[in-house]
């Protein structure tokens, strides 16, 4: 099946700092979403982006489909965007949504 | 709107014993599905449905079983639960609009066998 690797796996921040994280898929999707897991384990979607560049306030998202890359920015991230960062796919030919291992972001204050 | 809810938060259940986790959303989604997430894991797709009646297998299928019998509910049943079924379960749901496949999670369900 198609493989999704997320990194970095861990990522320590000072509170007003920018961040870059990646996500490599292994085949052509046609369903990209970025997650947000807050520390109360509640999962919540960041932006659905197959293709091209979405922003939302601090955060923006690029996916490069033809190079089977996503990134995903937080800017001037604050307290509350810690937590568990997921990346998540759907190959061309089914339904089977596979997720990265995700980046643990903490941002101290 | 409720979103996706699931019942019940915490089940403990022993060796063998068979349970129902239920999942509902009230957003007319076609497409449902259930993921298990394990520690520091990412989630793993179980079972889903794109419509009532109509259900296929995920990554990690074995030991579960699911139905579809209404857009609304979408119900995982653990047949005979093992300590490798210990683990938080959650339920997702989103519309296959092409332009709108944002999926929206339950609240998710933490389920211990022992």
């Known amino acids: 099946g198609i493989q999704v690797e997320q990194s970095p796996p861990d990522l320590i921040l000072q509170e007003g700092a920018n961040s870059t994280l990646r996500c490599n898929f292994s085949?052509?999707?046609?369903?990209l979403q970025w997650f947000h897991q807050n520390p109360w384990g509640q999962l919540i979607n960041l932006f659905y982006i197959p293709s091209g560049t979405k922003q939302n306030g601090r955060l923006s998202a690029t996916t490069v489909a033809t190079e089977r890359y996503s990134l995903l920015y937080i800017s001037s991230s604050q307290t509350t965007d810690s937590g568990v960062y997921f990346c998540?796919?759907?190959?061309?030919?089914?339904?089977?949504?596979?997720f990265g291992a995700g980046t643990r972001l903490t941002v101290k204050p | 709107n409720a979103g996706v809810t699931q019942t019940p938060k915490f089940q403990v259940l022993k060796t063998g014993q068979s349970m129902t986790l239920q999942c509902a959303q009230d957003?007319?989604?076609?497409?449902m599905s259930w993921y298990r997430q394990d520690p520091g894991m990412g989630l793993r797709l179980i079972h889903y449905s794109v419509g009532a009646g109509i259900t296929d297998q995920g990554e990690v299928p074995n030991g579960y079983n699911v139905s579809r019998s209404t857009t609304e509910d979408f119900p995982l049943r653990l047949l005979s639960a093992a300590p490798s079924q210990t683990s938080v379960y959650f339920c997702?749901?989103?519309?296959?609009?092409?332009?709108?496949?944002?999926?929206?999670f339950g609240p998710g369900t933490r389920l211990t066998v022992t």
């Open positions: 997702a749901s989103s519309t296959t609009s092409a332009k709108d496949y944002e999926q929206y």
């Open positions: 957003m007319n989604h076609e497409y």
């Open positions: 998540a796919v759907e190959p061309d030919n089914n339904n089977d949504m596979r």
């Open positions: 085949d052509s999707v046609n369903n």
